[in-house]
């Protein structure tokens, strides 16, 4: 029998969902750690992801980001299941517009990872109309920017985004096509040189946007992975969130930029919690947020010192801190 082929499509179909295997993996079979098992929003974590976690270690910067947690179901003040007004942001199913001059396409409800803090695990993914998300674009000439998100947009074939790309770059007011994703951080396989053809190809100025809490996400595949799309002649940014308890002591914001930068990527946002049902152990408080920013601004230049903001829903822009 011959053996499959560990592309990225392999990965995602091995990527772990079970709770106690991943304790397992990581030495922590034996913890008490108190587990949310009848979550909606199950465990799921690419084997390579685990591979960079620190063994034996329960409080692992990247087992955190994916662990269910009992907390998880403890219903608290001023948490709910839209906190950055999506709902209300979508012209279309599947098309939201938040901000002037760009439109984000929710892609997919699919990711690499499940994130325990994101904003939209609860978000009601309906199918998109690409035909109707294209004309709604082509109608308002203010657009320039158009966003794939999602999920995650790289969790899609390249032959469809292919696609996709080439329509909107059919579109004369769109300049740029930008893409929300962290697969290159989870599942730097998925960095092919497929993917970097149709990225490049149309008149379209790509930027990619990834997204990494902790310096140790970024391993030597990873460092590879964001130096063929920064090669391709693609801006590549990063935005992070601040997490208690992963990311919020100020040496290892600052070792993130530092490691980004080393990979050609800069610092974009550092995103305050966004109050999402079920993510409330993460938070960390403003006035923390902000005297961290200021231990950066002291040890680092300040292109490598990230925009540390807010989003509001119904707001126009970020909110900076």
């Not at 034996?30 to 063994?55: C, D, E, H, I, W």
């Not at 799309?229 to 919020?248: E, H, K, P």
């Not at 995103?271 to 408080?285: I, N, S, T």
């Amino acid at each position: 029998m011959i053996p499959e082929i560990r592309t990225w499509q392999y990965e995602l179909r091995h990527a772990i969902n079970d709770p106690l295997k991943l304790l397992t993996l990581v030495g922590l079979s034996n913890s008490n750690l108190k587990l949310a098992t009848q979550t909606q929003f199950k465990l799921k974590v690419p084997r390579g992801y685990v591979a960079r976690m620190r063994y034996g270690d329960i409080n692992d910067p990247l087992l955190r980001q994916v662990l269910p947690l009992i907390a998880e179901t403890e219903d608290i003040a001023g948490f709910n299941i839209d906190p950055v007004g999506d709902f209300a942001a979508e012209k279309v199913p599947g098309l939201l517009q938040k901000y002037q001059g760009r439109v984000l396409l929710v892609t997919t409800a699919a990711c690499a990872i499940h994130c325990r803090y994101c904003f939209r695990q609860h978000f009601d993914y309906k199918a998109l109309d690409i035909k109707r998300v294209l004309t709604e674009i082509a109608s308002d000439n203010s657009i320039k920017e158009v966003i794939l998100s999602g999920g995650d947009p790289l969790n899609i074939i390249d032959s469809r985004l292919s696609e996709l790309a080439y329509s909107v770059s059919e579109i004369p007011h769109i300049k740029r096509l930008r893409l929300h994703t962290r697969l290159p951080v989870v599942l730097p396989e998925r960095v092919t040189d497929e993917l970097l053809n149709w990225l490049t190809a149309t008149n379209l100025q790509p930027v990619i946007v990834i997204h990494a809490n902790h310096a140790n996400e970024i391993d030597e595949q990873v460092a590879l992975a964001l130096a063929k799309l920064v090669d391709a002649g693609i801006t590549v940014l990063n935005q992070s969130v601040l997490l208690r308890g992963i990311n919020d002591k100020a040496v290892d914001l600052i070792e993130l930029s530092e490691t980004l930068f080393s990979c050609r990527v800069l610092p974009y946002y550092l995103h305050v919690l966004d109050k999402v049902q079920g993510a409330a152990h993460f938070e960390v408080a403003a006035e923390t947020a902000t005297e961290l920013l200021e231990q950066m601004r002291k040890a680092l230049p300040g292109y490598l010192v990230p925009r540390l903001v807010r989003e509001v829903a119904g707001g126009e822009f970020k909110l900076p801190i």
